[in-house]
């Protein structure tokens, strides 16, 4: 009786390892993803912050019914994706940066097109972050990063905070 006690207390901390270890797993690949192309722009590293995500992951969970792309207005900078099959963090990171030919350093400006995602992702003063995942209703992934401390954007140039 002592015995099996011991062992699902065991089993039971083996479980809670597990999950820690593979919640570590998942972020460590995201932050990586973004630190990658901070330092290709000379740019410092970003870490994960669990208040930052906790945030996300509500606002993710709060998506799930319409999977709208609406920001959330909150008090942290913030990139949404959303993707059909299996958009995980890393894919939607991808999807942000892509954006990049349309960032002009000479004028800190957008041209032709959207740039802001791009500009989050290696945004100097935004030194931590967090970000949710959810499946909508809808069969979508739904992907949010909140990052802090927020920037300022005025039009479409980017003023530092
Ligand atoms: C995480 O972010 C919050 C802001 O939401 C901040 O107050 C807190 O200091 C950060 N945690 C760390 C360890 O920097």
Same mark, same amino acid.
């Given at each position: 009786?002592?015995?099996? !006690?011991?062992?699902?207390?065991?089993?039971?901390? &083996?479980?809670? *390892?597990?999950?820690? *270890?593979?919640?570590?797993?998942?972020?460590?690949?995201?932050?990586?993803?973004? !630190?990658?192309?901070?330092?290709?722009? %000379? =740019?410092?590293?970003?870490?994960?912050?669990?208040?930052?995500?906790? &945030?996300?992951?509500?606002?993710?969970?709060?998506?799930?019914?319409?999977?709208? *792309?609406?920001? /959330?207005? %909150?008090?942290? @900078?913030?990139?949404?994706?959303? %993707?059909? @099959?299996?958009?995980?963090?890393?894919?939607?990171?991808?999807? $942000?940066?892509?954006? #990049?030919?349309?960032? +002009?350093?000479?004028?800190?400006?957008?041209?032709? +097109?959207?740039? /802001?995602?791009?500009?989050?992702?290696? $945004?100097? #003063?935004?030194?931590?972050?967090?970000? @949710?995942?959810?499946?909508?209703?809808? %069969? $979508? $992934?739904?992907?949010?990063?909140?990052?802090?401390?927020?920037?300022?954007?005025?039009? !479409? =140039?980017?003023?530092?905070?």
């Amino acid at each position: 009786m002592r015995f099996n !006690n011991f062992l699902i207390v065991i089993y039971f901390i &083996y479980l809670t *390892l597990a999950h820690i *270890l593979q919640a570590q797993n998942s972020y460590q690949g995201y932050v990586n993803a973004h !630190n990658a192309i901070r330092a290709h722009v %000379g =740019v410092g590293p970003i870490t994960w912050n669990y208040t930052v995500a906790a &945030y996300a992951q509500n606002y993710a969970d709060q998506r799930k019914g319409d999977c709208d *792309l609406d920001h /959330s207005m %909150g008090p942290y @900078g913030e990139n949404l994706g959303e %993707g059909y @099959g299996n958009l995980n963090g890393v894919d939607a990171v991808k999807m $942000w940066v892509s954006e #990049k030919p349309n960032y +002009d350093y000479a004028s800190n400006a957008c041209v032709g +097109d959207e740039c /802001s995602h791009y500009t989050q992702v290696v $945004w100097r #003063k935004s030194t931590q972050l967090g970000y @949710g995942r959810m499946k909508c209703q809808n %069969g $979508w $992934w739904f992907v949010i990063c909140s990052y802090y401390p927020q920037r300022i954007l005025k039009a !479409n =140039v980017l003023i530092e905070a």
